[in-house]
């Protein structure tokens, strides 16, 4: 079943005549679109703000019964009822799910299944209020998208359209759960569209700002972190490029731990429901050490940024490494869970513990308060591990309202980013989909090429051409083609055993005498090799310029099936670059 106006199980030729027949038509009135977008905003803000109640509401109901074994076995007992709702009974795959919505972007045209609204909505309120050390933003961003989807689906606009709603439904919920519209709309045109034109820009906005007043008139109108006019000087500015430094080696430690514990999960059981029982207990006891170490954490932060936090130094650096833990575990395990939340309370702490040593080593030095490193922390931290430095320095500006240290917030997200990015090219949320190849942006080779089947460009109206076919009778065949390229075939087989090159073989086909007593097998080239039906565009290109020929043959692994032309393959990548392009 599809809510395009093209199925997306045809054969991609008929998907791409689709769609440049929606693309023909006159633009489509733009305020249905919005109408949409603004539908698809308060829906999922309406989700993201009940979610958060009942969390919080839950939460604190458990927080008596943390005592002993069972503050160990909450954890595990949440992970495990969190993945079981998620994979067992909605059967979506496990995980934050932030992924899955990217790669309903980049493959599947917007399209996400009805359910997967409930499914990470259901096991996140399960698992966070367990006393996982998580957020809520990657549930929140996978059913936004979800209803975004449905929109589109029910209302059949086609796929591009779709996606964007997609995105008009994630950045809904962002901006309703932070209440920070700018946000929302960052993080959907950032990291989850990657593009940024007027037709995605506008709705996306519209959404934004539908899911931020639901939040408003259901909540109140309030940051979500409090503190105080902090300010930071030229010196605090220049010790803000060592601590992105930190931020950015921090966020590294976050990324590849948790994708440690991520395949330490597929080793230990193929069944997903032992990781979150073994790793949830590992958060359990670590709760039980350090009971400020699980759950969201939002109060840590709080305490930090207002310098509250009861600790010396060097308790808040190991409250940090206990929160770092417990947050790879949590997102290591398959739980259903954000990022979102640990980034800021890990960069928090960090910011934190660098103004106190800041503080202990040159105490003559009048150094910032230390509030005012623990927000350019957070942002340090969103921006490295997200590989998203404006999704970072918005999120920071609008949850704490901190705009007074808007220079350093800039420059440690540009850090931290480029440190993470030196050791890791993919961010916590795209190694998966580059790892597979289906990391595919708009626009761009990968993307487009991703888009056409080879069937698409197969040309199998070629006059056959015979190994023991003398060249006098070849060049009948070539008087009545405009080719200058055949395949050859075996007689008796049709087997492809070989490609005629009219240009490479014209001194003998020229010659009369020659052409009466030489076989067409004695002038074919066998190096070229017939490639598979099944083979991608992406490699049928780089065989073309391996080979350095313009066409290739393309077989079935037992009969010969046509071939491929570059040109072709030009003229369709054209048509489906126009049909991709922003409007």
Sequence with gaps: MTDSPYDTRQPLSQNLKARLHVLGQPEER???LLLLALLAGLASGGAAVLLRHLVHLAFHALSEARHGVVAVLLPALGGVLGVAVVSKVFREPAGHGVPEVIRAVCRGGGLMRKRAMVSRWLGSLINVASGASAGLEGPTVYTGAAIGSAVGGLFHVDERRRSVLLACGLAGGISAIFNAPMTGMIFAMEVVLAEWSAFTIVPIVVASVGGTELSRLLLGDSASFLHGPFEMGPHDLALCVLLGLVAGLLSVLFVKGTRFFHHLSGRLSSNGLVPPAFFGLAVGTIGLLSPDAIGEGYDVAQSVIQDHLDLGTGLVVALLAAKLLASCLTLGSGSPGGIFAPSLVIGSLLGGAFARGLAALFPETGFAHPGSYALVGMA????????APLTGIFLVLEVTRGYDVILPLMIVSVISLLVSRRFDRYSLYHWELAESGELLRPGTDQRVLAEIALRDVLDEDVTPVFSDMLLADFLVVLRSSKRNVFPVLESGTEEYVGMVNV?????????????????VEEIMDTSLQPISADTSLTRAMRTFEEKGVWVLPVSDGERFLGIVSKSSLFDHYRRELNAQMPE
């Design 380 to 387: 340090g931290l969103v921006a490295g591990v997200m590989q």
């Design 503 to 519: 240009a490479a073989a014209r001194e003998i086909l020229l010659d009369h005498e020659l052409v009466r007593v030489t076989l």
């Design 30 to 32: 733009w305020s249905q």
